[in-house]
């Protein structure tokens, strides 16, 4: 069993990493992860917040059924709510919908602390991207 990744931000991501999220088509050359959170084996499974998206990712290696790769770019988002670990939660994550009516769950997990820096930094970029007048579009 892997213990849960502590939060990585852009400068402790590394080079490997970085190509295996182009591979799933979840990072673009011109994007920075912010904040990058793994639950297990990071080729196996992810979450993060980039300038441009929110993302998370499951890979199974043993039945390609299994595989969960989703994203959400700021301007197609919604809603975003976040929840903390609580009695009905078991795991803090993103909530978000998309325009498009899609659900994406973005885990993470940490101290309260580390958890709040997580959210309030996926806030922050889609506030960023929202406040710029992008106006909804159909990108995913």
């Keep these: 069993m892997f213990a ?4 990585q931000r852009d400068k ?10 182009k591979d799933l088509h979840l990072l673009d050359e011109d994007e920075t992860i912010f904040q990058y959170y793994s639950n297990y084996r990071k080729r196996i499974a992810g979450n ?3 300038n441009k998206r929110v993302a998370t990712y499951y890979i199974d290696d043993r039945s390609q059924s299994r595989d969960e790769i989703a994203f959400a770019y700021y301007e197609n988002i919604r809603t975003m ?3 903390y670990r ?9 909530l978000v919908t998309t325009f498009d ?3 994406i769950k973005v885990y993470v997990d940490g101290s309260r602390a580390t958890v709040q820096s997580f959210f309030e930094k ?9 406040k710029q007048g992008v106006s909804p579009s159909t990108r995913m």
């Design 4 to 7: 849960c990744q502590p939060i």
């Design 86 to 94: 609580s009695v009905q939660v078991s795991s803090p994550h993103l």
């Design 48 to 50: 993060f917040v980039s």
């Design 122 to 130: 996926a806030l922050e970029q889609w506030s960023l991207h929202r």
């Design 12 to 21: 402790t991501i590394s080079e490997r990493l970085v190509k295996r999220l």
């Design 81 to 83: 709510d976040t929840l």
């Design 101 to 103: 009516h899609k659900l």
